[in-house]
């Protein structure tokens, strides 16, 4: 069991809201990810933040935010709610090594629906 | 551009068979690949890692998976498949900066007893 953890684990939202999502990364880890998984889909990559600071996006429009706190958790905002937002949302976190690549630790989801 | 293919869709195995699940990537140096398995409505759970080194990993609950540079890909195998391990399994590959990673669609595994 990894030490991410994700809340609320279920969402049920109106298009046109707003809706944040948070995640704790796991202990030491400095570089939190988040993917947006519809149905049936690999995840997608929707940005990733490290020390704070916006390090890598994917291909999702500006509505889609997101920020970093000093211990390192992390939260995602989604304005302007789609029906097409309707997803599994999950978070990553890792210890990122200048250079190199390791590996992440994923959390459980944040189930949207949006209605 | 970094891309996953995973061909096989869905599969479906008999319990104390063995197991392989295909996946070919695209990625324009020395790749990092992962596979990661997902039980419904659960997140990723890391199975094994390709850094570098020996091409032939091991993992957890006795999934392998070989990478051949030649051909592009990193299949999973396992040599008896138990019930619980039907889920479905992603490949995957990280980029060597940044940590972003790229997944396949994912192939669902069926067990039947």
């Known amino acids: 069991e990894t030490g991410v953890t994700q809340s609320p684990t279920h969402l049920i939202k109106t298009r046109g809201q707003q809706v944040t999502l948070r995640c704790s990364s796991q202990s030491g880890h400095n570089t939190v990810s988040w993917y947006q998984q519809a149905l049936g889909q690999g995840p997608q990559f929707i940005f990733q933040?490290?020390?704070?600071?916006?390090?890598g996006r994917g291909n999702f429009p500006p509505r889609f935010s997101g920020l970093q706190f000093p211990n390192y958790s992390s939260e995602l905002n989604v304005n302007a709610l789609e029906l097409d937002d309707s997803a599994l949302y999950l978070c990553a976190s890792s210890l990122a090594r200048q250079g190199r690549n390791t590996e992440a630790f994923f959390g459980q989801g944040t189930r949207l629906t949006v209605v | 551009a970094q891309s996953v293919t995973q061909p096989d869709i869905h599969i479906t195995v008999s319990e104390g068979a063995s197991l392989e699940l295909r996946c070919n990537y695209s990625y324009g140096a020395t790749p990092y690949l992962f596979w990661y398995v997902q039980s419904p409505g659960q997140g990723l759970q890391l199975l094994l890692k390709y850094f570098s080194g020996d091409t032939l990993v091991q993992g957890i609950k006795g999934f392998e998976a070989e990478f051949k540079r030649s051909q592009s890909s990193f299949n999973l195998r396992k040599p008896s498949v138990h019930w619980s391990d039907a889920a479905e399994y992603f490949c995957a590959v990280g980029s060597n900066t940044g940590n972003q990673f790229y997944f396949g669609t994912g192939t669902s595994l069926t067990v039947i007893p």
């Open positions: 933040y490290y020390r704070e600071e916006e390090n």
